[in-house]
Each structure stands twice: as structure tokens, then as C-alpha cells.
């Protein structure tokens, strides 16, 4: 099957939530667009407002105007006067002139006399007659727009008070939908990491695969809360910007498109070498990870042989290497991307300084203060989004990455999950002429058939390696046989679902394992079929009950990491009690009394009796003076089976089992009949 990209992946995961997104959008669009009105607004207030004050018409006296010194005066775009006097209003500094016929508004002011100008425009010298006014008297000609200025301004006020509305909820609709993709993809892979065959466990360590599920998903995490709201923000920012400048002039807002390709050329160049460091990062983080975990797990055998330099030295190896790359990711941002920002800033500047500039020199156009302003204002706040995409290419890269390693995950083939209820097996085990290799022709068992009755307790015993655990992992169905069938009361366990097969199979390990939570909670497993009086009744059928009724909380007493507050045996106790609570019909034993001292070892038999007691039992055995009352005995040598029988007869037959037995029990002591 073709592997999908993992941008479309996380692009689907998103889509899940594409209502939430699409309103958060929305309001985006509503707050950029109530937001660029600033600037032209604010165009609108200075050349109608403030730079149109500047030219008048004398008019006559009984006019509507300003009265100034006797005289009457219009502005001469809101009067249709015939007066042939125009006179101009005129700032150089902090100072106010009244000119006596037009001038250039961008002209300079080189000397004074008593009532006559000099000034200068474009290399033309200008001689003009007028007078020095005070500020207050200035303000008799701006007296008129006061009240618009003011509507202006209340106008721009209310927008941006809209456009705050619409920009929190589209912070909280995109955070929202955010949180709910990275739970959803967090469930998904834990869903799936729960399916996944043993095999894969076996292969992978466990810090790795804890590092998917936190560190990986956190950093896609990142991707939907931060860098989709900026990208997002960004482009509608950028749309509303251009449209804006397009309607100011089109010609300068043509130039600076080129923008664009340029910032989509330096992803393309961030994304090839950025993801280069950010893989070599991230595996390195899980590597971190997983040697951690093994030292936290394995903390006393590296304390007790004195290997805490060895392990320091291994972390610190590691540690080196993540900071070597994160150095070089961090001085790769640092020395291209903040600096392209500042360069792009730069030349877009001096394009609209050439524009403009060489338009005013050569006379071809007027440009009013205002569309300066407006232009200058859109300018700075174009860059504004550009800067914000690109500080966060860094953390869409890593995301990207992150996201590659959990759809490698999540691309293991899984088991096939089917739970219909099957009826409660007889107890019916039969290998039939069984091969299994873990590897390519790395055989562990040849040819193994051995048939187990309903009811019977048959024990496989053999030297390290010899194949005892891999046919319980078999019959359990962690791994298929390579060759051969297994079949319970008379159905090959290839043509049922794993969970199926596993539904009345119930296992007891050497080293059982004990979850958080109450004692109860450890037998019931939650499971809403176990009551609670069920597995106090278990509990007490297999013994456990002469320990935890000493306990202050009794059968509800807390239960810490791995139960690591009790002793083996009573962990031993707990586990048994647990199988016997889910009364399966085939029970596999797997060493459950090696680790168990000899005091202890009576109080296990006579649960393990309790426990076996109407069920096909398969016992993994240690101590063979365990497994006397065994009624089939099964002697595995180097993956074959080379002896069975009963405990008698395999001692008369003075096979391999007779050796195993007489090393373990000393030979004065075997006594053969």
C-alpha cells in the first residue's frame, strides 16, 4: 500500500475538525479585514482632514467659511467659487504661514522678509507674499473638521473593538480545534500501540515507543496549537494586506508579490535542511529516552556491578550529540531565517522609496500624504506576518518530523481485533508437527505434536533456550507457527481472531505483574464481569487473604508501581487470584514457583491446586519436584521434544529428565522403583 505524505496525514487529522476550523477562519477574515480599515482611514483623515486644510478660495464676505482677519475663505475642494485668489496654508517646523497664492505643500522654505517668501520646489525658486500666523490662529481653519476627525477616529475605535471580538474567538475556536486533533491522534495511537503483535515489543525498547506517544505527539501538538494559527493568521493577514495595497495602487502592489515566491522558495530550502537536523534531533531524543528507561528498570543491577560510570557516560554521549544538532538547527534559524525577514524589510522599503520618490521627481504623479501614510502603515504591518511564519518554520519542521515518526508507528501492522464471545472451550490442546523460527530459518522448535486432554495437567521442562516458552507464546498466539497447526478441541487457532483465541486462555508469569490501582482493581481488571465479591472470593480461594486482610484498607489497599510493596509470593498470590477470577478453560503456568522461596512455595501448591482444579493446565517447570503430579511430562532439548511420559517413567526410562532431576535433587536422594 502507498504510504500517504505525512503533511496529508496530518492535514486529514485536522480535517476531522474542519467545521471548528473553517468559523475560526472565518472570524480571522472579519478581524483582518475591520483591521486594515486603519490605514484607510486614517488616509482619509489626513488628506480630507488635515493636508486638505491647506488651500483656500477667498470668497465674498456673506459666504459660508472661515473667518480669518476680515476676510472669507473656502476650502477649494468643497466650494464651486469662482474667486481667482487661492491661498495656502503653510508648515515648515513648528511654524504656520498664510501664503497669498498656491504653493507646493512639499516645497522649502529658504528665507523670509517682512511680507515676502522665498522657497524652493523641484529646482524651481518661488517668490511668494503672505504672513507668520500663531498656532491659535491656525486653529480656526482646522476648527471645521474637528467633528469628523473625531467620527473618524470613534469609527476606527468601534472596528477595532469588533475585530478584537472576532479575533479572540478565533484564537479559541483554532486552540480548541487544535487541542481536539492532538487527543484524537494521541487516542489513536495508543489504540494502535495496544494492537500491535508482541513482536514488536520484543524489538523496539520501551523508551522509544514512550517517546512517540509524548514527546512525538507533543511536538505535533505544537504544529495545531502555535503554527497553524500563525500560518493561518498569516496568509488571510497577507491576502487582506495585498488586496489592500491593490486598491491603493496596483503597480506597487504588483511589485511586491515577488514577496511571496521568495517566502515559498525559502520553506522549500528550510523543510530539506532543516528536516535533516530535526530527524537526527528527534531520534536522538528517543534514544535519550530509551536509555533512560533502562536505567531507571535495571537502576540496582547498575548500582550493585558499578556500572553508573559506564551509564553516565553512554547518556552523556547522547546528550552531546542532541546538542551538537540542536546547536546547528538553532544557528541555521538564527543566521537565514530572522535575517531574511530583515532583508526583505529593507528592499521593500527602498522599492517604495524609488516608486514614489522618481513618480514625485519627474512630475508624472501627485502623491498625498495620506496614501503615503497608508502605504508606509500596510508596508510594516506586511512584514509583520511574514516575520511570524518564518520563526515558526522551525517548529513546523520539527512537527513534521515528530509527525513522520508517529505515522511510522501507526503504519505497523497490527493484529485483527474481533471480540464475539466464543463458547468456553473443552480444554482440547494439540500441537500438531509444529516448527517456528523467530528469524529466517532460525529454528527454535522442530516438529513438535503433543495432545493435551480436557482436564489434564501436562509440563514442558528443558535447559534455557530449549523451546518450553516459545510454545506458550504459541499456543497464546503472540506468534503463528512457521509450520504445522495448533489446534484447540479440534480448531486450528489460525482461523480465530488473536483476542478470540485468547478469551478463555489465562496465563501466570514467573514475574507477575501488578498494575496501579487497589488490590480489587488488580483482579477484576476493571472488567465489569468480575464483581467485586467475586474477587474477594478468589482471593481467598487461592490463600491471599492471610496477607491482605492485615492491610489497613484490606482488599481496597493502594497498590504502587509493579506492586513492588509486596513480596514475590504475594505478587505470585495476586496473580493467581486474578486467573482464577476470570476462570478460563486452559491455564498456562509460566515457571510461576521459580522465584518463590521454600516457606513461601507451600502456600503457592496449594493455591496452584486451587487454581488448576477443573482446567487444562500447561506448566512451564523449574523446580521438577513441582510437577510430580503432572499427568504428561514433555522433555524439550534444543527445540525438539525428545522424552514424555509421567514423572515414573521418565525416571525409569533414566533419560534426560532422570539427569535434570538427579542434578537438582542430588543423586542419593532419587529413588527409582
Excluded at 469 to 485: Q, V
Excluded at 498 to 520: A, W, Y
Excluded at 571 to 589: N, V
Excluded at 631 to 660: A, C, P, W
Amino acid at each position: 500500500m502507498k504510504k500517504r505524505s505525512t503533511e496529508k496525514r496530518l492535514f486529514r487529522y485536522a480535517w476531522h475538525f474542519k467545521r471548528t476550523i473553517i468559523i475560526g477562519i472565518i472570524c480571522l477574515m472579519f478581524a483582518v479585514a475591520l483591521e486594515l480599515t486603519g490605514p484607510f482611514i486614517a488616509k482619509n483623515l489626513i488628506d480630507q482632514h488635515i493636508v486638505g486644510v491647506a488651500n483656500h478660495y477667498v470668497v465674498s464676505e456673506n459666504s459660508d467659511g472661515v473667518y480669518f482677519n476680515g476676510e472669507t475663505y473656502q476650502r477649494i475642494d468643497r466650494t464651486n467659487s469662482d474667486s481667482d485668489q487661492i491661498v495656502t496654508l503653510y508648515q515648515d517646523g513648528l511654524s504656520f504661514y498664510l501664503f497669498n497664492e498656491q504653493v507646493p505643500l512639499n516645497a522649502t522654505l529658504v528665507s523670509e522678509g517682512e511680507n515676502s517668501f522665498v522657497l524652493e520646489s523641484q529646482d524651481e525658486t518661488l517668490t511668494v507674499e503672505g504672513s507668520q500666523i500663531s498656532t491659535s490662529e491656525v486653529f480656526v481653519f482646522f476648527e471645521g473638521e474637528i467633528g469628523s476627525i473625531i467620527r473618524l477616529l470613534a469609527l476606527y475605535i468601534g472596528l477595532i473593538l469588533i475585530a478584537s471580538f472576532f479575533s479572540y474567538y478565533k484564537t479559541y475556536l483554532l486552540q480548541f480545534a487544535s487541542n481536539r486533533i492532538i487527543q484524537k491522534m494521541r487516542r489513536d495511537v495508543f489504540g494502535h500501540i495496544q494492537r500491535l503483535p508482541i513482536k514488536y515489543f520484543v524489538d523496539q525498547p520501551a523508551g522509544k515507543i514512550v517517546a512517540r506517544v509524548t514527546n512525538d505527539t507533543e511536538a505535533i501538538r505544537e504544529l495545531y496549537v502555535k503554527v497553524l494559527e500563525v500560518f493561518a493568521s498569516g496568509i488571510v493577514y497577507m491576502i487582506g494586506i495585498f488586496i489592500a495595497l491593490f486598491i491603493l495602487d496596483a503597480k506597487l502592489a504588483t511589485i511586491c508579490l515577488v514577496l511571496l515566491p521568495l517566502l515559498v522558495v525559502w520553506m522549500k530550502v528550510y523543510k530539506k535542511v532543516g528536516g535533516k537536523y530535526n530527524r537526527t534531533i528527534r531520534e536522538t531524543n528517543s534514544n535519550i529516552n530509551a536509555n533512560i528507561n533502562e536505567s531507571i528498570q535495571g537502576m540496582s543491577i547498575i548500582q550493585a556491578y558499578g556500572q553508573t560510570e559506564r551509564m553516565t557516560k553512554e547518556f552523556e554521549t547522547l546528550n552531546e550529540k542532541h546538542y551538537a544538532y540542536q546547536i546547528k538547527m538553532n544557528t541555521f534559524t538564527a543566521l537565514t531565517s530572522f535575517n531574511l525577514v530583515d532583508v526583505l524589510r529593507n528592499v521593500g522599503f527602498v522599492v517604495f522609496l524609488m516608486y514614489f520618490g522618481g513618480a514625485a521627481l519627474n512630475g508624472s504623479s501627485i502623491v498625498t500624504a495620506g496614501l503615503l501614510y497608508a502605504f508606509v502603515d500596510l508596508l510594516t504591518r506586511l512584514f509583520e506576518p511574514i516575520e511570524q511564519i518564518i520563526s515558526q518554520l522551525a517548529q513546523l519542521e520539527q512537527s513534521r518530523v515528530a509527525g513522520g515518526r508517529v505515522f511510522e508507528l501507526m503504519d505497523e501492522e497490527v493484529e485483527d481485533r474481533d471480540h464475539t464471545p466464543l463458547q468456553r472451550y473443552h480444554g482440547h490442546v494439540m500441537f500438531d508437527d509444529v516448527s517456528f523460527a523467530y528469524e529466517k530459518d532460525g529454528y527454535v522448535l522442530n516438529h513438535i505434536s503433543f495432545d493435551v486432554k480436557p482436564g489434564e495437567t501436562a509440563a514442558f521442562v528443558g535447559h534455557t533456550g530449549s523451546g518450553k516458552s516459545t510454545i506458550m507464546n504459541l499456543l497464546f498466539r503472540f506468534y503463528d507457527p512457521t509450520h504445522g497447526r495448533i489446534l484447540i478441541d479440534g480448531k486450528d487457532t489460525k482461523g480465530l481472531a488473536k483476542q478470540q483465541v485468547r478469551q478463555h486462555i489465562g496465563i501466570v508469569l514467573q514475574d507477575p505483574f501488578i498494575f496501579t490501582g487497589t488490590i480489587i482493581s488488580n483482579i477484576t481488571m476493571n472488567d465489569p464481569s468480575i464483581s467485586r465479591d467475586k474477587a474477594v472470593e478468589a482471593l481467598k480461594a487461592v490463600g491471599a487473604d492471610r496477607f491482605i486482610e492485615k492491610l489497613s484498607n484490606q482488599y481496597d489497599e493502594p497498590v504502587k508501581e509493579k506492586g513492588n510493596e509486596f513480596s514475590t509470593g504475594q505478587r505470585q498470590l495476586l496473580s493467581f487470584a486474578r486467573a482464577l477470577a476470570f476462570d478460563p478453560a486452559i491455564l498456562i503456568l509460566d515457571e510461576a514457583t521459580a522465584n518463590i522461596d521454600t516457606e513461601t512455595e507451600g502456600y503457592i501448591q496449594e493455591a496452584l491446586q486451587v487454581l488448576k482444579k477443573g482446567r487444562t493446565t500447561l506448566v512451564i517447570a523449574h523446580r521438577l519436584s513441582t510437577i510430580k503430579q503432572a499427568d504428561q511430562i514433555f522433555v524439550l532439548k534444543h527445540g525438539k521434544m525428545i522424552e514424555n511420559g509421567t514423572h515414573e517413567s521418565l525416571l525409569k526410562d533414566r533419560g534426560e529428565y532422570f539427569k535434570m532431576y538427579e542434578m537438582q535433587l542430588g543423586r542419593k536422594q532419587v529413588n527409582v522403583s
